[in-house]
């Protein structure tokens, strides 16, 4: 059973960054896995923020952040990251990685069978 960690959240003035971190469990690997983030803000419903393919070739964004977040993944440290620029306070929510064992880059979440615990984003001065 694939178990994923999201890290880096945390508070952040508007127009600062933060990276978060999506990895997998001791003895899981991400490798293989296509890898959606996803966030959900108090009273809003989940939305797709940013999704990669397997090989990383592949990747899409919400409307809402693009030009402001990057995705990319690095096997080796069986990581994928999401670096958030320019943030803005509607971009506070609970971020969650998901993994998918098929090769998608969708914001779909139902395509995805295996979702991390979350990491908050608050965006306020």
């Known amino acids: 059973q694939l178990q994923l960690v999201e890290s880096g959240g945390g508070l952040v003035q508007p127009g600062g960054s933060l990276r978060l971190s999506c990895t997998a469990s001791a003895g899981s690997t991400l490798d293989g896995y296509s890898i959606g983030w996803f966030r959900q803000a108090p009273g809003k419903e989940r939305e797709g923020v940013s999704c990669?393919?397997?090989?990383?070739?592949?990747?899409d964004f919400a409307d809402s952040v693009k030009g402001r977040f990057t995705i990319s993944r690095d096997n080796a440290k069986n990581t994928v990251y999401l670096q958030m620029n320019s943030l803005k306070p509607e971009d506070t929510a609970v971020y969650y990685c998901?993994?998918?064992?098929?090769?998608?880059?969708?914001?779909?979440?139902?395509?995805?069978?295996?979702w991390g615990q979350g990491t908050q984003v608050t965006v306020s001065s």
């Open positions: 998901a993994a998918s064992p098929f090769d998608v880059w969708v914001l779909m979440a139902h395509q995805y069978d295996y």
């Open positions: 990669i393919s397997r090989s990383g070739g592949s990747t």
